[in-house]
T-cell receptor, first 117, second 110 residues
Framework: EPEVTQTPSHQVTQMGQEVILRCVPI?????FYWYRQILGQKVEFLVS????????KSEIFDDQFSVERPDGSNFTLKIRSTKLEDSAMYFC???????????????FGPGTRLTVL | KQEVTQIPAALSVPEGENLVLNCSFT??????LQWFRQDPGKGLTSLLL?????REQTSGRLNASLDKSSGRSTLYIAASQPGDSATYLC?????????FGTGTRLTVIP
């Protein structure tokens, strides 16, 4: 069964360093998302991406964040200058088609745990 | 802005008991609602998805209901087992993203 994959599973970085989190969405999906979950808190939306551009972003997604689909398969989240408070689990998700069912489920990857020291 | 609330925050039950987890949301203009399971330090496992036009979905011992007009969903777990111990999250789909609740941490005592 097709699945969303994410690499690495765990990334440790020093404060101020740049990190790139990678995701491979399900191949025929058209909509891509990043969410994060700080330890002990709820899952929060960061950004959605469709047709090679951002369709919506949250207040969290400030200038230090960027997303890119560099080729036909990868979807990346870059954090330019990491802060301690960026430590979290980052989830990638993808969705196939229109918002009205039945193909509107978001499928989630296993997550990347980012630790900023 | 959509707000999703889950009650209770934590629940402890003896093995074999049936239980209900609750989820409420403030904006009824949703496309679907998903229930997820999350084990400590792990990712999200999708359990059930209910489309906005549906009233319920069932998978094995799990049954989820949706009352969109009142902004409520329930997840019913029958004959609970220790392996069901986890945090259960509900999430409602807006046009561009999912809004998650804070979860219910379930402990099933053998």
């Amino acid at each position: 069964e097709p699945e969303v994959t994410q690499t690495p599973s765990h990334q440790v970085t020093q404060m101020g360093q740049e990190v790139i989190l990678r995701c491979v969405p399900i191949s025929n999906h058209l909509y891509f998302y990043w969410y994060r979950q700080i330890l002990g808190q709820k899952v929060e939306f960061l950004v959605s991406f469709y047709n090679n551009e951002i369709s919506e972003k949250s207040e969290i997604f400030d200038d230090q964040f960027s997303v890119e689909r560099p080729d036909g398969s990868n979807f990346t989240l870059k954090i330019r200058s990491t802060k301690l408070e960026d430590s979290a689990m980052y989830f990638c998700a993808s969705r196939y088609d229109r918002l009205e069912g039945p193909y509107n489920e978001q499928f989630f990857g296993p997550g990347t745990r980012l630790t900023v020291l | 802005k959509q707000e999703v609330t889950q009650i209770p925050a934590a629940l402890s039950v003896p093995e074999g008991e049936n239980l209900v987890l609750n989820c409420s949301f403030t904006d009824s203009a949703i496309y679907n609602l998903q229930w997820f399971r999350q084990d400590p330090g792990k990712g999200l496992t999708s359990l059930l998805l209910i489309q906005s036009s549906q009233r319920e979905q069932t998978s094995g011992r799990l049954n989820a209901s949706l009352d969109k007009s009142s902004g409520r969903s329930t997840l019913y777990i029958a004959a609970s087992q220790p392996g069901d111990s986890a945090t259960y999250l509900c999430a409602v789909a807006g046009a561009n993203n999912l809004f998650f609740g804070t979860g219910t941490r379930l402990t099933v005592i053998p």
